[in-house]
């Protein structure tokens, strides 16, 4: 199999910022909305890169958009591919930017 080699920024499209994802940070979990074709060592790698720390576990997840009903009939929501990273031990990813 020949490696598709992608952007790192192409790969992960950006943070996950509600309560649940800010509260797995202090244990060292991140989470990102990533392209929907990527795998766990693209995410891994591009994490490394980007950020600059060790990833130690990429868990990913496929979540289907939801069904809106509308005026006219049914829409549906757009579905997400999301990824959370586990960072090495003392290391934490600065999402706010501060």
Request: no cysteine.
């Amino acid at each position: 199999m020949s490696a598709i080699h992608k952007p790192l920024h192409d790969v992960i499209i950006k943070p996950v910022v509600s309560e649940k994802s800010y509260a797995n940070s202090d244990r060292g979990q991140y989470t990102f909305v990533v392209a929907p074709n990527s795998n766990k060592v693209q995410i891994k790698q591009a994490i490394e890169q980007i950020f600059n720390v060790k990833v130690t576990n990429v868990n990913t997840f496929n979540r289907r958009g939801k069904t809106q009903r509308t005026r006219t009939g049914f829409g549906q929501r757009a579905g997400q591919k999301r990824a959370i990273v586990t960072v090495a031990e003392g290391q934490t990813i600065d999402i706010f930017g501060n």
